[in-house]
Each structure stands twice: as structure tokens, then as C-alpha cells.
């Protein structure tokens, strides 16, 4: 009798200590709070207000000076986005950037830090802080240097190429997609080098004796145990070159001051700012949620298609 009273008792105590927190989980949390606190506060309400904002619309009581007033609008500023040609435009021109620029990036990376993790390599710490170097210099303050080496009147790369009778227009319209995505190449290519060669390091020194031993090549031992090994980093840092290729702005805004081939809608980024400039909220949140979407959906698929291949 006593065993059969006491079970409701303990079952009751078991799971108040389930669902409670501890003194271990409440200083957990408060560790926790710093980072939580600034990111509902400038992350997921800014992203839940954008999402309001963009089934929204405004509405006038009479022509175009009537009396304003903010009405839900359901699906109307999606529906107009679609139709907006500027915004397809700078869809094409961000998926051609990403197409060439990402792997081009993630190419140069990965044989950096596989001639990094080389026994042949001499001086590693520099060359690896060199790498490294142009990451740690802001966006703005790189894209105004490029800037000043793209002019056509102050670079000194177009002079020494003019003195070999090759004329260069890296603000051309055929060309500044990709002086952007030289910007960008240069900026962040010792970051994913960086994750890649981090992720060698953790590879056991064992293997390569092993491999070594059944008469691999250097060479064979990078393409076949080295690379493979380390593709979740290389995952990795393709996802994360997806979502930065999407929200592409501070480089082709800053080259827009010298370049008159570059719109103010030339990025989906751009168009938002755009738009929200010119007090169109309603459908820059549209824009900034159709980016979002479509970032989410690249990135998840890359990585669902990258699980699956490695699974088979």
C-alpha cells in the first residue's frame, strides 16, 4: 500500500524536476540572455514586422492627394514584385554572379589551404594571415580601394595594361558584374580559406602515413582523403557564400559613385532600398521576404542535394 500511494507522489516530483530549470539551467540562461536579448529584439521582430508590412498596402480616399490610409493588401505587393521587371532583372544578375563568383571563390580557397597544410610550404603563419588579411578590412573601405583601381583615370592597372596596347574598362557594362564579383572574390576568399584549412587540421596525421605507405602521392592524398573528408566544410562555406551572394549591396553600391552601370535597382537588395526610399514599405518588405525565401530555398537544397549524394 505504501509503494502504490507514493508512485502518483514520486512520478509528480520527477517531472517538476524535468520541466524546472536547476541552478545549472538558470545560470545556462542567463549566460544565454546576452545573445538571445539582441537577437529577438534586431532579428526576429524586425523580420516579423517586414513580414506584416508586406501584406499591407496603401490606399487613398480620392486620386492621388486624397487622405492615405494603411489597409491589409493580402498578396498584392508579392503580385506586383513578380511583375516588376527590375526585380527579375537583378534576380538574373545575382544568379549569374553566384553561378561564376562562388565557385571561382571557393576553388581559390580550397587550394590555399591545401598548399597551407602541405609539408612543402614554408612561412605558413604569414601566408596564412596574408590570406587572411583582406577579410579583416570592411567591405566599404575595400570596395572604395577597387574603386580608385578600376578608375580609368587613376588606376594604375589600366595604364600598365594600356602601355601593352590592351585597352580595360572595368566599369564597362560588360565588366562590372564582374570587377563586383573580383571585390567580393578578394574580401572573402581568405575567410572560407580559413574554415577549410581548420577543418584539415582536424584530420588524424595517422591517415596520411597510412596512405603514404601504400605508395600515395601528395597529390593523391589531397584528392582523395583530404577532400572528401572535409566536405561538410566546404558545404558549409558554399551555404554560407549562397546567402551572402543574395544579399549583395555594399560593393555595387559603392562602385555606383563611379559607374553609371550600376542601378540603384542592380541588386534585389538594392531594389529594397530603393523602393523603401522612396516610402514604398509595404512592397520593400515584399522584396526583402521574396530574398529571404529564396535564399532559404537555395541553401536548403543545396544541402539536401550535397546529404544525398554523400549518402549514396
Not at 27 to 54: H, R
Not at 244 to 269: C, D, H, K, R
Amino acid at each position: 500500500m505504501t509503494t502504490t500511494a507514493t508512485a502518483p507522489a514520486v512520478l509528480q516530483d520527477s517531472r517538476r524536476t524535468r520541466h524546472t530549470p536547476g541552478p545549472k539551467g538558470k545560470t545556462i540562461l542567463l549566460f544565454l540572455l546576452p545573445f538571445f536579448v539582441p537577437f529577438v529584439l534586431f532579428y526576429v521582430i524586425p523580420i516579423c514586422y517586414a513580414l506584416v508590412q508586406s501584406f499591407l498596402m496603401v490606399k487613398r480616399s480620392s486620386g492621388q492627394f486624397g487622405t492615405s490610409s494603411t489597409v491589409f493588401g493580402g498578396f498584392s505587393q508579392y503580385a506586383a514584385v513578380l511583375q516588376n521587371t527590375e526585380f527579375w532583372g537583378s534576380i538574373g544578375r545575382i544568379g549569374l554572379f553566384g553561378i561564376v563568383q562562388v565557385p571561382v571563390m571557393l576553388l581559390i580557397a580550397l587550394v590555399i589551404a591545401l598548399l597551407l597544410d602541405s609539408p612543402f610550404i614554408k612561412g605558413k603563419g604569414f601566408f596564412r594571415i596574408a590570406a587572411f588579411m583582406p577579410y579583416a578590412i570592411p567591405g566599404v573601405i575595400a570596395a572604395i580601394m577597387w574603386s580608385f583601381l578600376y578608375h580609368p583615370q587613376l588606376s594604375p592597372i589600366v595604364d600598365a595594361l594600356a602601355s601593352v596596347g590592351i585597352k580595360a574598362d572595368f566599369l564597362g557594362a560588360g565588366a562590372i558584374l564582374w570587377s563586383i564579383a573580383n571585390v567580393s572574390t578578394w574580401l572573402w576568399t581568405g575567410y572560407n580559406m580559413l574554415v577549410i584549412y581548420s577543418a584539415l587540421q582536424a584530420i588524424p596525421q595517422e591517415l596520411y602515413e597510412a596512405a603514404k605507405l601504400d605508395g600515395a602521392t601528395n597529390f593523391t592524398i589531397a584528392l582523395r582523403i583530404k577532400i572528401p573528408i572535409i566536405a561538410p566544410a566546404i558545404v558549409m562555406t558554399t551555404v554560407f557564400s549562397i546567402i551572402g551572394t543574395l544579399q549583395l549591396y555594399t560593393e555595387p553600391t559603392v562602385l555606383a559613385q563611379i559607374s553609371s552601370n550600376i542601378s540603384s535597382t542592380f541588386t534585389p537588395n538594392m531594389l529594397a532600398y530603393s523602393l523603401a526610399s522612396g516610402n514604398n514599405y509595404p512592397q520593400a518588405a515584399a522584396v526583402s521576404v521574396l530574398i529571404a525565401i529564396v535564399t532559404f530555398v537555395l541553401s536548403f537544397g543545396f544541402m539536401k542535394l550535397t546529404s544525398r549524394k554523400a549518402a549514396l
